[in-house]
């Protein structure tokens, strides 16, 4: 499978609140198929976390960058070409408007937020995307539009410079240490 | 869209640490078409938040239990005929057992640890289920469960009780209140 260029962007990381959820968020943009994620705020223990990640099970490429301006960051990602994508419980069904997207054939910012975002993204983005118009979590709500735009394929990435990987078992655990 | 037996257990929550994530867990079961979700340990502010996420959006059928053994749970579900679910990143990946699971056409027990989950729940569930052989989320991986379970269906769950709902829009939010 081949990857998209899409990245993810996290707003308002709320450190105390937030750094479970965020690094959740994060572990999820890697592991279904984003190549990085810009995080609204700044958390060591976050990025300790996820190169720790990275260092076991693969996928040195995935970056990820801490902000002060995420509006900067949306502005920037539509002038160079790519559409951005905010999922929101408010906004439109996401199986009416993926087929949209995937044609598109262009780079994609998804944005996620916490609690509160402002009214500024939901007009700066080129989609407003529900994944259900339900509250839920924004950890399921970037894996479901993943998955959506992958097919599917997300769930057999293969990091090809994993130190460890798993051998699937149906009682307990296997891990593979690759030379 | 008829919902199906599915209640979620909720391993080792450790108040602190993981109170946010819980509550993701919580309500993605809601929203994804779980009937209800028994949580290992204790939390008041939690059950707070799902109840008026209950009362204003609907579904009041959906059990928060707190259990202190949550492996008396596993065993009276399955001495009462229910099929028992771990998601864990070292199982057999879904796809290849999602339709078996289905076809059994009977109740469904969702356990979805945090980090470290005891070699015995590995062996006293009928299947441990990888979504994706990579180290990501429970909130993410009970979501594409319950999505793989009700085929996407599960993205368009009305409450008929709710008394809010929203209106999808391109730009900005819309509520209705249901009289």
């Keep these: 499978m081949n990857l998209k260029d899409i990245y993810v962007l996290r707003l308002h990381h709320r450190l105390e609140r937030d750094k479970r959820v965020t690094t959740h968020v994060a572990l999820v943009a890697r592991a279904f198929g984003a190549k990085g994620i810009f995080i609204h705020g700044e958390d060591m223990n976050l990025l300790k976390t996820i190169e720790k990640v ?8 995935f970056s990820i960058e801490f902000v002060k301006n995420p509006k900067k960051v949306v502005r ?3 002038s ?3 559409i951005v994508v905010h999922l929101t419980m ?3 069904p996401i199986d009416n408007i993926i087929e949209k997207i995937i ?11 916490s609690e509160k975002v402002e009214g500024w ?7 407003n995307i529900a994944i259900g118009n339900q509250p839920h979590s924004e950890v399921a709500a970037l894996a479901i539009f993943l998955d ?10 293969q990091f090809s410079d994993a130190k460890l990987s798993i051998i699937p078992q149906e009682r307990g655990k296997k891990v593979r240490k690759n030379e």
Excluded: C, F, H, Q
């Excluded at 990275?54 to 490429?61: E, L, Q, R, T, V």
């Design 54 to 61: 990275k260092a076991n099970w693969g996928g040195k490429y």
């Design 76 to 78: 920037e990602w539509r």
């Design 80 to 82: 160079s070409g790519g």
């Design 90 to 92: 408010y906004g439109i």
């Design 103 to 113: 044609e598109k054939n262009t780079k994609i910012l998804v944005i996620v937020g």
């Design 121 to 127: 993204y939901y007009y700066n983005s080129d989609y």
């Design 148 to 157: 959506r735009i992958y097919k599917g394929g997300e769930l057999n990435i």
